[in-house]
């Protein structure tokens, strides 16, 4: 039977609901010692003296121990150039942001490394601070790095500028908006954590351990070989854990000098303070448009955050990332963007699901929602009038969508929006004295992460090992995966044995990031299953006494001419398969959000949510909609509620869940998910299109473009996220 679209449950669950998952916390090291970081409690300070000698530990590493170590690399190529402060181990003279590590510390349990943290006495000196893009690259704003003058670290362009300003002044129309894309953090359930132990493996809560061990590596100094990077189960990634960070290099080093194993597990402000954050995009954006509502052209010009310091995946986020997706899913001739990257005293910017192309989406909507109340044409004609409709569709910016579905997936979302009853609906709130919005808007992401991906197959003992270099932090590999190697081999899903996530047993992979694990492993998947079949043909042939070419495979068997047959599971054999491709998937569809406001209060209440998306063929719809269905709850969070917040100084004023608020089960309507069939991807032989950041890049502008809908009945035309209480509270009181 056809294993690929049955909605499956999860294996992995019964061992999460039974206490018998296994995470960096929970595994066996005994002797292990344990490490403590001592943060800096400073936005900017030189650093006059260390005094490690009150700290009773069994080593104190400061940056004076680390001669050797280089700092963590930033592999960013973003096509221009990046003028690179890439991020220390400890902090080397000066420390540029609250949270910045200066010294490991290593002792017997969790609690003395963290009192011989307390201990150690640092002479700072504080120096001005600055924590805003803008004002970090104005003119005589405190300088970060001395090679890199004005806080400039780039300046990035893709598009055709003369084009793009000359539809813009023969335009009918020009809407202009600003827009900040608010600095937030990715806050998974399981802290950041790993263990090392003398020999140089380092169990961590990763997701690209390849890529990780190769920093790891350079900032050591070692052999790539020297290094076993092992990912346990994860709890939660988002992209925070893609990437390596000071304390691993701290807990390789401890380890190996000490003799022992070493643990680290940050507590949640740890986290907060000192990981990396995501999104911190500001936008001035102009649409043009014919009289006739038809979109002529598209200019961002941008300034992105970076932190203190080049994150491995910060610099492309705002640039190559979101540069793939301006404009979303219609066709608009003409787009350039502009965008100029700036160091400040805060902590780095990272990918955080969906990795720019949230920031493009939202820019692109909330500029259709202006464009609507600027000229008088509904929104909701301005889209279905430019989305694209016929493929393959190369954008203004240099993507080719082969295959799409756009103006339907509208057509679903606005008649789940039910337009001709939501006037009953807002007068019936009004008579309550709530105001009442509705939004529908589009979303369009470009799917791929990293170019191409590994898989191998190997038989033995009637079982098949399914390694794979993609892995999961949450999302169900175990059971999807396995799903598809059943499909091709016609074998039940409970004879494979997964295996992901550990240097030495996984010889390749780009890990899970960018919405690829179905794509781009996937696709591997399907090819070391059709290398294993003919891997195992020649030794079928032999037992069977038939030629290799004679022999036909169906349902997990091979079967000679005359009828005799032998199963593969009672072979022993192996077949691995690698590609390269860049090709992208283009995940879309069209959301439906409503909304009441408390104009007393300023709180809104999400009442309805609706998603109506493509993501081609649905290798297990339920696992599906529980992706889709998290990546909603984000993306609502972040239009509703998160902001990482700074003072002028540079102190975290967000640096705890009492001061940053996640949205929670009674925050949330029931999200309703409407699978949109028909338009399977053409770049995979599986038709399948990556769901994992969809949620984070649609919510923001439906549930925007609801709460400026309800907030309009007032005369407020313009909110930037998050639409906290206090923000919409104030909004209302101007008006």
Not at 164 to 173: E, L, P, S, V
Request: with cysteine.
């Amino acid at each position: 039977m056809g294993y690929i679209g049955q909605s499956l449950r999860r294996v992995e669950d019964a061992r999460f609901l039974t206490g018998q998952g296994r995470y960096v916390a929970d595994l066996a090291a005994p002797g292990a010692l344990h490490m403590a970081v001592l943060r800096s409690p400073h936005a900017h300070a030189r650093i006059l003296s260390v005094d490690i000698s009150g700290a009773q530990a069994a080593l104190v590493l400061t940056a004076a121990e680390l001669a050797g170590i280089g700092p963590l690399p930033c592999p960013a190529n973003i096509g221009v150039p990046l003028a690179l402060a890439e991020r220390p181990i400890l902090a080397e003279g000066i420390v540029h942001h609250v949270g910045q590590a200066v010294a490991f510390v290593f002792a017997e349990t969790p609690e003395a490394a963290r009192d011989a943290a307390e201990a150690i006495i640092v002479d700072y000196d504080t120096l001005p601070a600055v924590t805003g893009p803008h004002a970090a690259l104005a003119d005589g704003a405190p300088q970060l790095h001395a090679a890199i003058p004005g806080n400039l670290a780039f300046t990035w362009q893709k598009g055709d500028a003369a084009a793009t300003q000359a539809a813009i002044a023969g335009a009918a129309h020009v809407v202009r908006l600003a827009l900040a894309n608010q600095r937030v953090t990715c806050a998974p359930i399981e802290p950041r954590a790993a263990l090392a132990t003398p020999n140089g493996t380092l169990h961590v809560n990763g997701q690209a351990v390849h890529g990780m061990r190769r920093q790891l590596a350079q900032s050591l100094g070692v052999p790539e070989a020297e290094l076993r990077l092992v990912v346990p189960d994860v709890g939660g990634g988002f992209g925070v854990k893609n990437v390596p960070f000071a304390e691993h290099v701290g807990l390789l080093l401890g380890a190996k000098r000490l003799g022992r194993p070493v643990r680290w597990v940050a507590e949640q402000a740890e986290d907060f303070a000192a990981s990396a954050h995501g999104r911190a995009y500001h936008s001035d954006s102009v649409l043009a448009l014919d009289a006739a509502g038809r979109f002529l052209a598209l200019q961002v010009e941008a300034v992105a955050e970076l932190g203190a310091f080049a994150s491995p995946n910060g610099p492309a986020c705002p640039t190559n990332s979101a540069g793939t997706a301006f404009g979303g899913g219609y066709a608009i001739p003409a787009i350039h963007a502009r965008v100029v990257g700036a160091y400040a005293n805060t902590a780095p910017i990272e990918a955080y699901r969906g990795a720019g192309k949230p920031e493009a989406n939202h820019i692109t909507e909330m500029l259709i929602e202006a464009a609507g109340r600027q000229t008088g044409i509904p929104a909701a004609e301005l889209r279905a009038r430019n989305l694209i409709g016929s493929y393959p569709h190369t954008t203004a910016m240099s993507m080719t969508i082969a295959d799409g579905q756009f103006p339907a997936n509208l057509a679903a979302a606005e008649l789940a929006a039910d337009r001709p009853g939501f006037a009953a609906r807002r007068a019936e709130a009004a008579a309550r004295g709530k105001l009442r919005g509705l939004g529908v808007a589009c979303f369009m992401e470009t799917a791929r992460g990293a170019f191409g991906e590994w898989a191998r197959l190997s038989v033995a003992d009637g079982r098949v090992e399914l390694a794979l270099g993609t892995h999961s932090n949450g999302q169900g590999h175990e059971t999807s995966m396995p799903q598809i190697a059943a499909d091709q081999l016609g074998l039940p899903p409970d004879v494979f044995d997964y295996v992901q996530g550990d240097t030495d047993r996984i010889a390749k992979g780009g890990g899970h990031g960018g919405a690829r694990s179905l794509h781009q492993g996937g696709r591997a998947l399907v090819e070391a299953a059709a290398a294993l079949i003919e891997a195992a043909r020649p030794e079928a042939a032999r037992l069977l006494q038939s030629p290799p070419e004679s022999l036909q495979f169906a349902e997990g068997r091979f079967t000679a001419p005359a009828g005799a047959s032998v199963a593969l599971l009672d072979m022993t054999v192996s077949a691995e398969a690698e590609h390269d491709s860049g090709l992208c998937t283009f995940p879309h569809g069209g959301q439906v959000a409503e909304v009441e406001i408390d104009p007393d209060t300023g709180e809104v209440t999400l009442c309805r949510y609706i998603a109506c998306d493509d993501y081609g063929t649905l290798v297990n719809p339920l696992l599906t909609e529980g992706q889709l269905q998290g990546g909603l709850a984000q993306g609502i969070g972040q239009a509703l509620l998160e902001r990482i917040a700074y003072d002028a100084d540079g102190q975290l004023l967000s640096a705890t869940f009492m001061d940053y608020c996640l949205p929670r089960a009674m925050d949330l309507p029931m999200i309703e998910v409407r699978f949109q069939p028909g338009s399977p991807a053409s770049v995979n032989p599986l038709g399948v299109k990556g769901v994992g950041q969809a949620g984070c890049i649609s919510a923001p502008q439906a549930v925007m473009a609801a709460v400026l809908d309800a907030l309009a009945e007032r005369g407020v035309r313009e909110l930037d996220m998050p639409a906290t209480p206090e923000a919409v509270w104030k909004a209302l009181q101007t008006k």
